[in-house]
């Protein structure tokens, strides 16, 4: 059996200790021959010395043939019983020729029935690794055929490119039962040649492998390790879970079997915050959790998969009753909804859920897929929790395809503009602000309302255009109306993805410049639900805009989830109670109760108050005796085009008091009688 090795460059190999001893004992006699013609008296001492040097080599190399053969009899014992003992063989032999040849690396290559594989240790532990170039080299160019090859007397270059992951190699044939193997030891130093006597120990000890190793044992290896990187590749490694991938053909696979799968796509709300405010560690245990509730949830039978993120699935199969869905997705919802206590605290996220079946059409996996998202999308914008799939909801989201390209070409068109509808103060109803409130109108006519509008800008890249767009024609159209001496700013709405944009407070100063307007001149409004995923973030912004001077509002303020929490939390100058608490406002009920509780809580904060939608005098009066300070509606104004605003604000503003004339006392000469001339 030859071992070839396999090298970066052209130098010859290291020479055998029986060579170095002899080139010693030789320039020894030659310092002898010199000493003795010049210096007689130094010949001894050389001679001395060349003997000492000689006995020096001849120790070392005794004691490093000793080790060998020591270390490679304990490699050949081991391997013998690690067989002898059907223990992994390939493993042991891998192991024991890295230490036995002091290399950084070692790797098996083998030709099974055609297939050639690799299966690599590099002291943490065996793996299969990918067939390189250089892999497939070595397996032809090794002496499987008996042939004799000198390695020591012709080194053969590595080939760049080949993938060979050492500078330097040894290769060793290694016949198991007629199969091709070679046995492959590798150092990455650029000094780090192997020397002959490695060779040779790798060349015995390959022998002994080769009788130790069958090819069941490395068949089976191999097949050990595909299955475990297969397994690796197709499960989420922290919650051992399908990936998506994985879940994508076996929801196809069922489909194909006829079995009519039925899926819920499962979004966790607001996790990110648990990240930022708990720490990576407790975001991983939060998710490892929800992946084990969602499995003792789940009916027997059902694959369970993490999609990716914050994102899970569930596949039902055997055509399960819609009855039995919906109690699925109450359990789920009740299950992942309750607070969970970790190592850094306890934490609780929203849950969406959108549950699709087989029988809307299409049965193709995309369209299932699809369908049990437009379900779930659904439930995370109308907060619902859980949503089914039905016609309704499919149209409603291939008519926002639709919109989608119109809108790009609709932003900075004739086709959208703005309009504004002003804000009274209660007391006097003067006017104190205008709010901007998109309109759109498609090539076809179709109005779309501001609200359709804005969340498809939200739901993809087009937000930060449309954005932009607001706010430059905004303050270019309050020029027309701007007094410094009473001012009435524009109030501009942002969405949620547009109010964490980090250009955001330097694009608003560089319009405010541009326009030639003060920042008086602009309000922001946001609302509860917009934020309530980006708190954190929001807040941070905000912040940086009143530090600018811009008023912040909070709009539909009553409606969100945790309205208390988002009051303390964000840094606003007024909030604006939701149109849908205003409606009742007079009525001896509780709404009205509610919205005192809502104005005498933001009083107690410094905060202003607007109701939104007043549309009798009924209702403002009864706000003003409420405490509220400002309103906007339709008993107000309607909302106006540009061109009509800067006369509705010259009519409603208060006629300025005449002041009374000035009486001027007149002193009258001596003799005159005195009066008063006006």
Known sequence: MATRQLDGNAAPPAERPVGQLALVVFMGLAVVVATMRLLPELALLACSLTIVAAAWFLHVA???????????????????????????????????????????????????????????????????????????IALESSALDGSALDGNQAPIRRPRGSGSPSRHVLVVPLPVQDQRAVLVVGRDGRFSRFATHYAQLLERMGRH????????????????????????????????????????????DALAEGTHPALVLISLDRFKRINDHLGLQAGDQFLAEIADRIRRTSPDGARVARLGGDEFAVMITGAPAEDDLHALADALHASLTTPMVLESGSARVGVSL????????????????????????TAKKERTGIEFFCNALDRQSLDRLELLPELR???????????????????DAAPIAVEALLRWTTPGGRVVPPEVAVQLADDT??????????????????????????????????????LIDADLTTSIAEILAEVGLPVAALRVEITELGVSDRLDRAATVLRELRAM????????????QSALAHLMALPVDQVKIDESLVADVGHPDATDRYVHAIIQLAAGLGLQVVAEGVESQRQADRLRELGCGAAQGLHVSRPL????????????????????????????????????VD
């Open 62 to 136: 005794i004691r490093r043939v000793h080790h060998d053969v020591l270390a490679l009899d304990d490699a050949v014992s081991s391997i013998a019983l690690d067989s002898a003992a059907d223990r992994n063989t390939v493993a042991s032999v891998l192991r024991h020729a890295r230490t036995l040849t002091s290399a950084d690396r070692s790797w098996l290559v083998v030709q099974i029935d055609g297939h050639v594989s690799s299966i690599g240790f590099d002291g943490t532990g065996v793996a299969a690794l990918d067939v390189t170039t250089f892999d497939r």
């Open 549 to 560: 001077g811009v008023t912040v509002s909070l709009d539909d303020f009553g409606t969100g």
């Open 641 to 676: 085009p540009v061109t009509d605003v800067s006369d509705w604000i010259a009519e409603h503003r208060p006629a300025t008091p005449t002041p009374p004339a000035r009486r001027l006392l007149y002193i009258a000469p001596a003799g005159v009688t005195p009066g008063a």
């Open 209 to 252: 492998a080769a009788a130790a190793m069958t090819q069941r044992q490395i068949r089976g290896h191999l097949e050990a390790e595909s299955d475990r990187h297969r397994s690796a590749a197709v499960h989420d490694p922290l919650t051992g879970l399908v990936n998506r991938q994985e879940f994508r053909d076996l929801a196809a």
């Open 354 to 377: 959108g549950v699709a079946m087989c029988g809307w059409g299409s049965d193709e996996i995309g369209d299932l897929l699809r369908r049990a998202d437009v379900a779930m999308s």
């Open 409 to 427: 070409e609709a932003i900075g068109s004739p086709a959208m503009t703005l309009v504004y509808q002003p804000q009274i103060r209660l007391d």
């Open 461 to 498: 890249d087009v937000i930060g255009e449309l954005t932009a767009w607001t706010f430059r024609r905004a303050l270019q159209d309050c020029v027309c109306w701007w007094d410094p001496s009473q001012p009435i700013p524009v109030a501009v709405n942002l969405s949620g993805r547009a």
